[in-house]
């Protein structure tokens, strides 16, 4: 099978839940499973670098001296800081660069720009479109570009912000995980990610901006 040759094994939940709200991603990635332990940001990071999840300890390291030696861009109330989306509620910054030096602690978007300027790549976020949530499109699928990191740079890795659940008929989706969403061997064509995305390994997502009426908070 095509999945045995890419690091780790299917997460069968998100599986589930891409087969609910995204079924023709399927068609060309698959959902790396990681542990949730709170590190699974981390965990997804090193899978997709190292082949291993192993390495978490690491990725957290990295992402934590940005935030220490940085922390005027990732404070959500300066105008240096990367994340410019008030969709998203984000932790007062001392908040997110306690989070970060601690294993097992939450994970929000403004953690991702620090592994994205850590590691100096571009990555790509994911949250399946879904309106189950009062939502028209989720503000967390997005090309996440880090401090000093070329934004013509094409994401080295898409995570995708799922669930340890697969929701019931009607129950909102509310992500509280995150895997790899890993490219499928072999695949060539690019594809919808929702009606304002497409995706490639090759190319950077191309996002249009959407309009939702109410913040959101995601912690992982």
Not at 94 to 112: C, F, L, N, P, R
Not at 140 to 160: C, D, E, F, I, Q
Not at 167 to 190: D, M, W, Y
């Amino acid at each position: 099978m095509w999945s045995d040759a890419i690091p780790g094994t299917e997460d069968s939940v998100s599986k589930s839940i891409l087969r609910l709200f995204g079924p023709h991603v399927l068609e060309r990635y698959t959902p790396r499973a990681t542990v949730g332990d709170g590190n699974c940001c981390f965990r997804a990071v090193s899978l997709a670098l190292y082949n291993t999840e192993e390495h978490h300890v690491y990725v957290r390291l990295l992402a934590a001296c940005e935030m220490i030696q940085h922390p005027q861009f990732y404070d959500v109330s300066a105008p240096t800081s990367l994340l410019k989306d008030d969709r998203i509620a984000s932790p007062r910054v001392a908040e997110a660069v306690s989070s970060v030096t601690v294993q097992g602690s939450y994970v929000d978007m403004i953690h991702i720009f620090a592994i994205s300027s850590a590691l100096d790549m571009t990555i790509q976020s994911y949250t399946p479109p879904t309106n189950v949530c009062g939502l028209e499109g989720s503000p967390y699928t997005r090309v996440v570009t880090g401090r000093a990191v070329r934004r013509a740079k094409a994401p080295a890795m898409t995570l995708m912000w799922t669930a340890t659940t697969v929701p019931s008929k009607g129950q909102a989706f509310r992500p509280n995980h995150i895997v790899l969403l890993a490219e499928r061997t072999g695949a060539s064509q690019v594809i919808g990610v929702d009606d304002s995305t497409a995706t490639t390994v090759a190319t950077p997502l191309v996002l249009t901006s959407v309009r939702v009426r109410k913040t959101t908070t995601t912690r992982v």
